[in-house]
């Protein structure tokens, strides 16, 4: 068996890839009058979300964190925390009110409150506050 080793180059090869965005935990509930969404998420601010509600009952979640600057003349010997980039969609079982839906971003939770609608709506972006 061949003994396992790193070198400079494999390391500093390494460093460069983006670390995997593994799929953030997530929990959707469902209430007697709207569904809501819990998303972990550390780490962002909340203007780096896009939530759209679309009259398809799908609700679309993505956001993209920003990479921090290298810092002049310092070496990383490792690196992990890069840009971070992440898209999920939810297609819910029934009609939703888009124009109802809400976003909140506390503690690195994500929590995006739908309420359900009789009928269908024509897509419409959310703000998160």
Known sequence: MMPMFRDEFY???????????AQSRTDVMETADAFVIKVDLPGF???????EAGPDHVVRLSGKQSEEKETEGAKYHMRERSQV???RSFRLPQNIKQQEVSAGYENGVLT???P????AAEKLKVQVK
């Open 11 to 21: 390391d500093s090869f390494l460093d460069k890839l983006p670390a995997p965005c």
């Open 45 to 51: 601010d909340k203007d780096q979300f896009d939530i």
């Open 85 to 87: 980039e992440f898209s």
């Open 112 to 114: 995006v409150t739908v």
């Open 116 to 119: 359900k609608a009789e009928k």
